[in-house]
């Protein structure tokens, strides 16, 4: 074990990235997958006596930007870096009533609608996508907005040296990368879907459309802040519940290859660990991210099919790090107690953090019905019982 007096979080979360044990596990929260929602957030702050305007840092999921206030009080490693949208993009909400209701909607770079009804204002989804309908031809000649967009980087170099001369924490981006999931926000799920039965060059064109967009958008990120960021998030949902949500055959044969392509030139661009999200039971395509490169697993759904802490670890741990699978999100974190809580991370932790490779964080965000004791309790547990033995 690395000696406990030398470590900075920064130090503690890249030893863990590199199988070794530090003195505790390495805790994460505030990133688009390891966030917040603004209720939950707003029910910590009352229960812990804050008093903080509530800054959203995701729209589309509500997800709040935790205060250092907040990371400190729960033992937070990590701090987040992000890229912006470019100058000239709008995206303001608008409010418009239909069929009787009150709704919220903006539009993304893509084109494609989120909406939020008034009376159910937890989080956006998708009510447009601008390529449902289009044809083939139509589609190569959709004007996709520019990744490179140098804009989007103004002060990114500024706010990441920030963080990495002036205090002691881990570097994270901001979610980006995303390759596969752009393509059925833009054209639907089910139509992309069918598109992969029946027209799969459709499929094909949207992936090297986001591919592209994704390439020219590392290259300004990574002329920014690539010597500066730790870890880089990239993640597509592969998968379900119960498996992958569509053939693995087409995922091996169309989506891998540009995921891979992607991962490459990252790595050829820095030395930042690659972390990949990817909700549900990715245990079939786990070896299909290490071939691709990827050094962290996230959000590690710990009670999706195959997903069990004990076999990961042990089919993987030497591999792989995992980044969350901290507690039964569905259940036990919204709707346990504080002592249940508190045991099954005892467990989790018992499981995940032999030999490093485990980092701690949620499974996904803490969803706006979670209890703030809940989520002190899942903080507290891990710093309680994720301290490695002194040997």
Known sequence: ?????????????????DHREPDRVPIDLGGNQSGI????????????????????MDLVQQLARPSEAVLKRLGVDTRYVAAGAPEGFKGAVVRRERSGRVWEDFADEFGVVWSRPDDAPNYFDI???????????QIKGYPFPNGGDPSRFSGLRERALRL????????VSGISGVVYEICWYMRGLEN????MMEQPEILETLLDRTL??????FRGFLDEAGDVVDVIMIGDDLTGQDGPLFPPRLYRSIVKPRQKALVSYIKSRTAARIWYHSCGSILPYIPDLLDNGIEALNPVQITARGMDPEGLKERFGDKLTFWGGAVNTQRTLPRGTPDEVREEVRRNLAAFMPGGGYIFANVHN???????????ALFDAAREFGTYRRS
């Not at 009510?127 to 031809?137: C, I, N, Y």
């Not at 992309?192 to 598109?195: E, R």
């Not at 592209?212 to 958008?217: A, G, N, S, V």
């Open 37 to 56: 929602h603004r209720v939950a957030y707003e029910n910590l702050l009352a229960r812990l006596g804050l008093r903080e305007t509530v800054e959203i």
């Open 164 to 171: 990495r001369r002036e205090t002691p924490y881990a570097v």
């Open 192 to 195: 992309l879907f069918v598109d």
């Open 366 to 376: 803490i969803q706006a019905d979670v209890p703030p004791d809940n989520v002190l």
């Open 127 to 137: 009510t447009h996508s601008p390529l449902a309908g289009l044809s083939l031809e």
């Open 1 to 17: 074990m690395m000696d406990a007096a030398a470590l900075t979080s920064r130090e503690r979360v890249l030893a863990a990235l």
């Open 212 to 217: 592209r967009y994704w390439l020219d958008w």
